[in-house]
């Protein structure tokens, strides 16, 4: 019954949508492989005390689905820098760089000239739509700043990170860039507060802690520029969530908030009275957004499940990836599939599996129903190829029956012992609704993610492909319009 009711949508698939997209969402949980997709769907129908299984995501719900080739130009395996190019910029790049082509090499500013790629969040910005970036990491975290920066590594936080020559090069930190490249991002969402601030000043909600003070060499304030650029603007500076939620959206024009010196804290161990979660911030977002009358284009980033995963903690990287899908969730019932194109994706997959023919229900933090035939131990479903969960005890398997499995913390046992668990190599889903969803479909390689987004909104390099006259994207290619062009005019002779 179940199946023929899912075949009867299925064929109302058959009308394409073939709107212009006003709107652009793109939902990144950095680390987001397919198992960590399958686990976190189990994940969220237990929490609402269900088996798990026959649980649907909101990201399950999307129609087109697609795989994507995750690789770098140098890595088989990469890494969130070089996808986050990929996917933003359109090209694929080398590993630990972003916004630059595969002709940059990292660390090497004099790489940078003449190498920079921009980003469809700029595209949409010149095309006159309001743009966004809302982020559980660092906004100036690999992921967001491939949207704004052009930059040879990674870790060049603020110019604290950078080396001496990269400097006297004329190379500029990632959090400088964030608000000098691409001028008035409408909205700015998520910790890193310390790279914005003079090395040493103390932190506004940790002021006796050391590492969360500023960092910047330079002496700049950053946002004290950014506010005083947008006093006139309707533009709004918070750094918790009390200010956030006391914000009326129709009163804001821009926003900049930076909850954490550094990265927001996991959702199970957020405090929920001054760090917004994940769906607080895409709420507001996109209500400030959606003001402007030629639409908008906003990142969002799930970002801690991979920081859940390298440290082993399955449990935290799970339940950050259900918070993430609270967002989708919340961005579907703020926007329409009529004219919103909204993408779901991963930068990477990681080591993480699970197995062990657990019955039907088991917690997904469980262990399997039968004891090793090998060292005759228990041994949990959830299991990592490598990482800090690699524990041996008198020479032999830990026994997990003697530790709390189940805790928020826990590290599940690895076979390759690493202080952090790896990326995994693995394709990653694509999911997809809104117009020209469709065209997300099969396998692909990362980069072909962005173009498809602009050519649904006729942004970027794909502007004259579409048809002026109607809501309709033209999905003619460019050279079979030459051949319409070129037959029409030998009618004419």
């Known amino acids: 019954t179940w199946a023929q009711r899912t075949l009867k949508n299925a064929l109302t698939l058959q009308q394409l949508n073939k709107n212009k997209a006003k709107n652009l969402i793109l939902f990144l949980g950095d680390g987001m492989g397919v198992p ?22 909101e990201m399950d719900k999307f129609p087109f689905v697609s795989l994507s080739k995750t690789y770098n130009t140098n890595a088989q395996v990469p890494d969130s820098a070089g996808t986050a190019t990929a996917y933003l910029c359109g090209v694929k790049a080398n590993e630990g760089t972003v916004g630059v082509s595969a002709a940059a090499v990292r660390s090497q500013c004099n790489t940078t000239q003449g190498n920079e790629v921009t980003s469809i969040l700029k595209w949409a910005k010149d095309a006159g739509k309001s743009v966004g970036i809302v982020t559980t990491t660092r906004v100036n975290h690999a992921t967001p700043s491939a949207a704004y920066a052009h930059c040879v590594d990674r870790n060049w936080y603020s110019d ?3 080396p001496e020559e990269a400097l006297k090069a004329g190379c500029k930190d990632i959090a400088r860039q964030l608000f000098e490249n691409i001028r008035n ?6 910790g890193g507060r310390k790279y914005m601030f003079p090395k040493n000043q103390s932190d506004v909600e940790y002021p006796n802690v050391l590492k969360h003070s500023g960092t910047r060499k330079d002496g700049r304030n950053l946002v004290q520029e950014w506010t005083e650029r947008m006093k006139d603007k309707k533009g709004h500076y918070v750094w918790n969530k009390k200010q956030l939620l006391s914000l009326n959206p129709n009163n804001v024009d821009y926003l900049l908030g930076l909850f954490e010196p550094e990265d927001l804290p996991y959702d199970l161990e957020r405090n929920t009275d001054s760090d917004p979660s994940l769906t607080e911030m895409v709420d507001v977002a996109i209500k400030i957004l959606k003001k402007n009358p030629s639409g908008f284009y906003l990142l969002v980033e799930g970002g801690r499940i991979d920081h859940g995963h390298h440290e082993g903690k399955a449990k935290q990287a799970l339940h950050e990836a259900v918070e993430m899908d609270r967002a989708i969730g919340r961005a579907g019932l703020l926007t329409s599939t009529h004219d919103t194109l909204t993408i779901v994706t991963a930068d990477h997959s990681h080591v993480f599996s699970f197995g062990g023919y657990t019955p039907r229900g088991n917690t997904i933090f469980g262990l399997a129903p039968m004891l090793s035939d090998v060292d005759q131990k228990p041994f949990t479903s959830i299991l990592y190829g490598n990482g800090p969960g690699y524990k041996v005890i008198n020479g032999a398997r830990e026994n997990v029956s003697t530790v709390d499995y189940q805790a928020n913390n826990y590290q599940a046992q690895a076979a390759v012992p690493l202080n952090m668990e790896t990326h995994g190599g693995d394709d990653v889903a694509v999911f997809a609704k809104g ?10 390689e990362q980069n072909y993610i962005p ?9 970027g390099q794909n502007r004259e492909y579409c048809m002026p006259s109607s809501g309709t994207a033209g999905l003619q290619p460019a050279f079979s319009i030459i051949a319409t062009v070129l037959s029409a005019t030998r009618l004419l002779c």
Do not use: F, W
């Not at 991002?185 to 998520?190: H, K, L, N, P, S």
């Not at 117009?435 to 692909?444: E, I, K, R, Y």
């Not at 173009?451 to 942004?459: E, K, R």
């Open 36 to 57: 960590t997709v399958t686990a976190a769907r189990i994940l969220k129908g237990q929490l609402n005390g269900q088996s798990g299984e026959e649980t649907q995501l």
């Open 160 to 162: 604290n990170e950078m």
């Open 185 to 190: 991002i409408d909205v700015i969402m998520g």
């Open 435 to 444: 117009p020209l969803a469709h065209l997300l479909h099969g396998v692909h």
């Open 451 to 459: 173009h498809v987004m602009a050519y649904a909104a006729c942004i």
